[in-house]
């Protein structure tokens, strides 16, 4: 029966230990607010590079033009949907974004229609008439006073794939929703 006993304190012990142990990085990952996380231990500090300049992202988004446009893509190779288009260009910069148009309406932070910019996001609902949730998204490639355009990867059967449309005077006039500001 003793030998019982010591094995079950030894474990107890070493499961103590490994729980417990402060030194351990996955530990330390639980901090308090008293103790700030060293950046180096965790994943999911935000990064502290500079973030791009709006023109790069404009620039690096425009070499797209003319990429077919493919259901779910989210690269050049295969084509890109809209919210895939989107995703690629951010994560070229190291800024995470979700290929979901329903999750890019809370992406960042809302912007006034009028002080759109380039680099902004605009979310816009589905085609129907009756559409209240997001269902297209694109990249601002004009600047705040002029007319809202932008750059996206459109299922249009005209002209399917990357390209550069208008809001004002089309039926994304009446699709928008917000412009979200990520940079």
Known sequence: M???WIAFIALAALLLGVFLWPSRPAERAVSTAEEPLPVQRTAWVTSTR???RADSVVTFAMRQLGTNYCYAGNTP???FDCSGFVQYVFSNFNLPVP??????ISVGRPIAREQARRGDIVVFTGTAATSTTPG???IVISGPGEPLRFIHSSSARRESGVKISQVEGTDYARRFMQVRRVL
């Open 2 to 4: 003793r030998f019982v």
């Open 50 to 52: 500079p973030t791009p």
């Open 77 to 79: 190779a295969t084509g």
């Open 99 to 104: 290929h979901s148009t329903a999750l890019l």
């Open 136 to 138: 297209h998204a694109g």
